[in-house]
């Protein structure tokens, strides 16, 4: 439910009313505007007699939300969360790119790509630490080696760090990671999103490969139901009968999305394709379909990557990209 409230009420009626919302035993989202004040109401809001808030001449209006996503939905917030990490700003009028690759290996390789993709403009640094794979016998990451190697990087270059998350049980190691990752095979893992939840820090949560937009969003809401809104949604692709690339970018994810949610949208477009050559006109298409910020795999040498090195990028590449990049954003009303 959503009550619109005049911000030429008085303080003291402002207070009754919450307080009146709270003793229901509801929890309230509060988005202040120009002109008006948007209380979100979560919970059980059936007791809540609609009739009664409309007629309260602070009340400008009284809605229910059929959605079963509440913090998450546009109508509770209708302006574009920006999510900050550090000086980094996502979302709104901002874009932004995290690069690096899939996997950290060593010392010299993560520091080498986190110079070049920050001398390109990418504004964070990407690399896998933990790794899901779907063969028991692949390379799992470095692990905890793989975060030290990640924050001596960010330590050279200055970039905030972004890296996946796969159990809780290692959630005291991401202390100083700047963004946790939550991956497409976690989106539904509650127990985990309920802990990232309570971090405070800000969550990159990708969309399952055979998820709907509401499923990622109710994801979503898990999170920022613990207390958490820095929350960035990813669109990295969904599985099909398409076989020609990894999987199939859900461009319409974006502006469907936005529709729905306050919360920025940024686009995998490595994971999607899965082909390196396929990653450039799927990221400026990303950017002319509105996403707030791209994630790209870059590798020094992709040909000896230790995973994912068909749908990396070499810094040239990358560097090339991203000079259409700075293009196309004046076009679309990014910085």
């Keep these: 439910m959503i009550i619109v409230v005049k911000n030429s009420c008085e303080p003291s009626q402002f207070e009754n009313l919450m307080e009146w919302i709270k003793d229901l035993g509801l929890d309230v989202h509060v988005s202040r505007g120009v002109h008006t004040t948007i209380l979100g ?15 309260l001449d602070m009340v400008d209006q ?17 302006e574009d969360t920006v999510v900050e990490v550090g000086d980094v700003k996502i979302g709104g ?4 790119v995290i690069a690096g690759p899939c996997s950290v290996e060593t010392e010299e390789q993560i520091i080498e790509v986190a110079k ?4 390109s403009g990418a504004t964070m640094l990407r690399g896998g630490a933990f790794k899901p794979r779907t063969s028991p016998y692949a390379f799992q990451g470095l692990k905890g080696k793989g975060i030290q190697l990640l924050l001596k990087a960010k330590a050279e270059t200055g970039l905030p760090i972004v890296s996946e998350l796969l159990s809780v049980t290692d959630l005291d190691l991401f202390a100083d990671v700047d963004v946790i990752q939550i991956g497409a095979r976690n989106m539904q893992n509650f127990e985990l999103l309920k802990e990232v939840g309570k971090t405070g820090k800000p969550i990159l949560l990708k969309r399952g490969l055979a ?20 929350v960035i949604l990813c669109e990295r692709g969904i599985r099909t009968f398409e076989t020609m690339t990894r999987n199939t970018l859900d461009l319409s994810a974006i502006p469907a999305l936005k529709d729905k949610s306050h919360l920025p949208v940024i686009i ?9 050559r396929y990653v450039e006109p799927m990221s400026l ?46 076009i679309v009303g990014k910085i």
């Design 41 to 55: 109401l979560v919970g059980d809001t059936s007791k809540v007699d609609i009739d009664l808030i409309s007629s």
């Design 62 to 78: 009284v809605q229910r939300v059929q959605e079963p996503y509440k913090n998450a939905n546009r109508k509770f917030h209708p």
């Design 93 to 96: 009028l901002n874009f932004q």
């Design 116 to 119: 070049a993709v920050k001398a």
């Design 211 to 230: 998820n709907t937009l509401q499923e990622l969003l109710m994801s979503a809401e898990y999170i920022m139901a613990e207390g958490n809104s820095e």
């Design 268 to 276: 995998d477009p490595s994971h999607a394709t899965g082909v390196s």
């Design 285 to 330: 298409a990303a950017i002319g379909a509105g996403a707030d910020g791209l994630i790209i795999e870059v590798h020094n040498n992709p040909q000896k990557a230790w995973c994912d090195g068909a749908q990396s990028l070499n810094p040239t590449q990358f560097d090339t990209l991203m000079g259409k990049v700075r293009k196309m954003l004046p």
